[in-house]
């Protein structure tokens, strides 16, 4: 295959359980406060404290990335829950600064990582096969670029619903779809081996909970479902290595030149239509929402009761 390898039923069946895993615990954890307290408070305090860093998941421990990102996705979820739970900082710029800032964060995170994998050539880092390359370096320009095509913060809102969700009317379909892209991407290039569970089982689950479930909450889906899987990681260090998660990259040069420039194009085209969109409405993205004439965007305040 261009992409994959190794398929058989039993890893495609688990790559299924994965995938209905994240999205039937993101969406019950969703709906209640003390779910949300025990996957995302609870369970990983128990873990830093008596399981982390011991045992099998010593063997993650020259592996920066996987260490930040499991507290910064958890940072992400839990201060999306302070804002979701307690009213005063729903009105609060600066709490409603912390969303755009946890996400431009996690990006940063992912750039730098690729940046730094472009100067590895076929080496074995933490049980992963890198290969750096010119796609490593687009594909950082494209996170980049995804950063700076971050908007409408300032209009985050609660919806009027049980599960009071955080809203993000202004992250629209075309930021999402371009962030996917230059996010597979990256997993492809720096997680290769794993890039079939990291990459695609984890992107899908938030896609799909965003674009089939209630609009507007594709931030709060990403969050959930990246710290269940970086949880999942630290926990289970060495699960790739095993049979059941066994499609890998092919590590072949024309997949990531084909991601990594997809990844820039996609994201340049959401930079162009930003730019145009100001232009046009003479609206401030930092201090303004930006589409709020899109169809789309109205579609997203409807169905949360806005």
Known sequence: MFFFENYTITNVLIFLLVLFGLLLINEGTRRSKILSIVFYIAIPLTFTLF???KGESENTDGNWFAWVKTYSALAGVVG???IRYFKKLQTNKWA???????LSVNILEAVFRDFEVYSKAGVIENGLFLQG???NIINGIAGIISIITITGWVGIKIANSKSKDMVWADQLWFWIIAYGIWNMSYVYNCIPDRAFYAGVALIFSCTVAAFVGTKGLWLQHRAQTLALWAMFSLTFPNYSNTQYF???STHAAAPKYVLAIAAILF???????????IRRTKRNPLKQELYIDLPCYQEVI?????
């Open 51 to 53: 399981l982390w860093g």
């Open 80 to 82: 999306f829950m302070a």
């Open 96 to 102: 409603l600064l912390f969303p755009a800032l946890i």
């Open 133 to 135: 390359g010119p796609w």
């Open 246 to 248: 066994d499609i890998v």
């Open 267 to 277: 994201n340049v085209g959401v930079l162009v239509y930003e730019i145009i969109t």
């Open 302 to 306: 409807e169905a949360n009761n806005l």
